[in-house]
């Protein structure tokens, strides 16, 4: 069974991850913030971390500290801020591309962008889960 942490601090987009991914073959457990969801990952077996941008920890960060806590758990980043441009990643004018590269510069294995189709999340899992480099 694939256990997924969903860490997103607005409870309605992380309820609908929570939704759409949970099955007889897929766990999720959700947190509302970086903090929580390390110490999640403290106390439970986790396969896959589905973050995006945080208050409090930013994503990049958390993404950091996860890659370097748990290396076997497989990360992907989703974040829907900014704009689409070719700009390197500054935390105070972020951009939705530049916030993901910086995120893939981080340790996630996977990312994409907002809005995505359900489809496009499953798909994005199911390769980062298999081992391969996604984005």
């Given at each position: ?5 969903v860490i997103d ?12 991914l949970?099955?007889?073959?897929v ?9 929580t ?6 106390t439970?077996?986790?396969d896959l971390?589905?973050d ?18 748990h290396k076997n758990?497989?990360i992907?980043?989703i974040?829907?801020?900014?704009n689409f ?5 500054l ?6 591309h530049?916030y ?5 510069a981080?340790g996630?294995e ?25 984005t």
């Amino acid at each position: 069974m694939l256990r997924i942490l969903v860490i997103d601090d607005e409870p309605y987009v992380r309820e609908a991850l929570e939704r759409v991914l949970k099955s007889s073959a897929v766990t999720v457990v959700g947190a509302a913030d970086a903090i929580t969801g390390l110490t999640v990952l403290q106390t439970s077996p986790i396969d896959l971390v589905i973050d995006v941008v945080l208050p409090g920890m930013d994503g990049v960060a958390a993404i950091k500290q996860i890659r370097r806590d748990h290396k076997n758990i497989r990360i992907i980043a989703i974040s829907g801020g900014g704009n689409f441009g070719l700009s390197a990643y500054l935390p105070e004018a972020i951009s939705t591309h530049a916030y993901l590269a910086a995120c893939i510069a981080a340790g996630a294995e996977g990312t994409l962008a907002k809005p995505f189709e359900t489809a496009e999340l499953r798909s994005l899992i199911d390769r980062v889960t298999a081992g391969q480099v996604a984005t």
